[in-house]
């Protein structure tokens, strides 16, 4: 079974660092493209970015690009997100997901999902 | 970018009662296109893909059609757990985009 499990609430003010994290198991964590996807309070999906953990291919969000990290450690079958610098604004569920099938580059339906983070950033 | 606007905003459904909702891509997304049903509190949960086909364990009252600009996802007759929001997302071309959802209450 497909399980993604991801790091608990974080509160942090605003300059602070943080780093997020999504465990896989289930499948050959190497073989699938992982993405992060933010959801503001009351609002909708967003796509930040995606890697392929196998060589760590990454793409980003334009508009995010530069403002978050995503990466992975394929010894432990852990993709990760982080900011070196909150912002009020980064508030928000962030979830992890892969790809029902691994086609098209990346380019694919989330099949499966984390239950999500809860990141509050207040001074 | 390929911008998705979903229609209408909020839709007020008997229970029973065939729902109707809409989403349409700025450019052709081909049939690149899934949607979702997110409850609160919880984690997205896929329902279709490639435009009309059912992810496993999704019941046959939920489908999906269309292509290109112009996309449908029908369900045939709500039952009480289908009330939620819906989203749509294009796979077509980076970045990957999502509509804004259409929240589906009881009427």
């Known amino acids: 079974e497909v399980q993604l499990v991801q790091s608990g609430a974080e509160v942090k003010k605003p300059g602070e660092s943080l780093k997020i994290s999504c465990q896989a198991s289930g499948y050959r964590f190497t073989t699938f493209w992982i993405a992060w996807l933010r959801q503001m309070p009351g609002k909708g999906l967003e796509w930040m970015g995606i890697?392929?953990?196998?060589?760590?291919?990454?793409k980003y969000s334009p508009s995010l690009q530069g403002q978050v990290t995503i990466s992975a450690d394929k010894s432990l079958g852990t993709a990760y997100l982080q900011w070196s610098s909150l912002k009020a604004s980064d508030t928000a569920i962030y979830y992890c997901?892969?790809?029902?099938?691994?086609?098209?580059?990346?380019?694919?339906?989330?099949?499966?999902w984390g239950q999500g983070t809860l990141v509050t950033v207040s001074s | 970018e390929i911008v998705m606007t979903q229609s209408p905003a909020t839709l007020s459904v008997s229970p029973g009662e065939r729902a109707t909702l809409s989403c349409r891509a700025s450019?052709?997304?081909?049939?690149?296109l899934a949607w979702y049903q997110q409850k609160p509190g919880q984690a997205p949960r896929l329902l279709i893909y490639t435009a009309s086909t059912r992810a496993t364990g999704i019941p046959a009252r939920f489908s999906g059609s269309g292509s290109g600009t112009e996309f449908t996802l029908t369900i045939s007759s709500l039952q009480s757990e289908d009330f939620a929001v819906y989203y749509c997302?294009?796979?077509?071309?980076?970045?990957?985009?999502f509509g804004g959802g259409t929240k589906v209450e009881i009427k």
């Open positions: 450019q052709s997304a081909s049939s690149n």
């Open positions: 997901a892969r790809l029902i099938y691994n086609l098209n580059g990346g380019k694919m339906a989330f099949g499966y």
């Open positions: 890697i392929y953990p196998d060589d760590s291919d990454t």
């Open positions: 997302q294009q796979y077509n071309n980076w970045p990957l985009t």
